[in-house]
């Protein structure tokens, strides 16, 4: 699970003691961790899922700790450093103004002489153009959208996507009773080891990052152990035989799904678990958008703006940057440009 939260940024600010305030689109602590579906955990032990200067309390009862206990922590380490978020303010636009970058929100405007951007992807959700799509008469919703198995009940839903997303919803509604899934993936899933955890792909995607600076032959990083890390609820679901996928369909009917031979499977339901894109809109006044949607960096600087940093987007902003234990040296590093930049 690959969330975010601006407050490692924070955490490094005040240590240098630069004048800076957080704007926070969400009414309380926590970002997206706050909207994800029931069942989740993290992928790594608490020690391991923590952000600078403060470890992670582990969570009774709990190996890896569920999205409740994130919550309480990034709600704890806000307090804990007195971090100066103002909330709820969605920024609407960056613009350059002179020697300033101006952040225009729904609320205020704020003159800037650095911004990092840490809006992650959770709010801008991918749905592929799956032809059909506006003719199925049943409920489609996204990975944002679900919450627990209970809310499908006496319903055939089909789950589209082979990642951990998709496994872990799969799993979810596989194990529970009156619920009938069908799990399609555009290739059979390739499940990791099951000793390998949040802290191995953490040291994978570092090492990918390091062989691509230096030069070398490109290691693959965490798509070379494979798509789905295998949780313990995924785990037990898949020995059980319980998470069978089908071959990715080609259209959606009125009434359900079709493949490319013409076999057809009813469905209820419709749960995209089809991935994200960054969610850069409020920064399009900039005009760095490149390949793929995103900006060109140099580390986590726009490669065209030297007064943005950005955080959280994947590893093109550092090595796991979307992830609790990964945010940390990303962090660090665009804060100490950020103060040479302004001269402290």
Not at 186 to 201: K, S, T, Y
Request: proline letters at 8%; glycine letters at 10%; aromatic letters at 8%.
């Amino acid at each position: 699970m690959r969330r975010c939260s601006p407050t490692p940024c924070g955490y490094h600010l005040r240590r240098k003691k630069l004048d800076f305030v957080i704007l926070d689109a969400q009414g309380t602590p926590g970002g997206a961790w706050q909207h994800t579906w029931n069942s989740l955990h993290l992928f790594s032990p608490a020690a391991f899922s923590s952000l600078p200067g403060r470890i992670m309390p582990a969570q009774p009862g709990h190996e890896y700790p569920d999205a409740g206990h994130v919550v309480e922590y990034l709600n704890d380490y806000e307090q804990r450093y007195e971090l100066p978020v103002h909330r709820p303010v969605r920024v609407q636009q960056v613009c350059r103004y002179g020697d300033r970058l101006r952040v225009e929100t729904n609320k205020d405007t704020w003159l800037a002489r650095a911004v990092v951007s840490a809006t992650g992807t959770w709010w801008r959700p991918f749905l592929p153009a799956v032809p059909g799509r506006n003719v199925f008469a049943g409920r489609q919703l996204h990975t944002t959208g679900y919450r627990r198995p209970s809310d499908f009940a006496g319903q055939r839903v089909v789950v589209v996507g082979g990642g951990n997303s998709g496994a872990q919803i799969a799993a979810d509604l596989a194990t529970h009773d009156g619920v009938d899934p069908t799990w399609v993936t555009q290739r059979p899933p390739r499940f990791l080891a099951d000793d390998i955890d949040g802290r191995a792909l953490f040291d994978a995607a570092t090492a990918r990052r390091r062989a691509l600076d230096e030069g070398r032959t490109d290691t693959g990083g965490v798509a070379s152990l494979g798509d789905i890390v295998a949780v313990p609820p995924v785990r037990e679901a898949r020995d059980a035989g319980l998470l069978q996928a089908s071959s990715m369909f080609t259209r959606l009917t009125a009434d359900g799904i079709e493949w490319a031979d013409g076999t057809r499977a009813a469905a209820d339901a419709v749960i995209w678990c089809t991935g994200f894109r960054p969610a850069l809109s409020h920064l399009a006044p900039l005009g760095l958008r490149g390949p793929r949607g995103h900006i060109p960096t140099h580390g986590t600087r726009a490669a065209d703006e030297p007064r943005l940093h950005l955080i959280g987007y994947g590893d093109w902003t550092g090595p796991a940057s979307a992830t609790l234990i990964g945010v940390g040296r990303p962090a660090r590093e665009a804060t100490a440009e950020i103060a040479e930049l302004l001269g402290s």
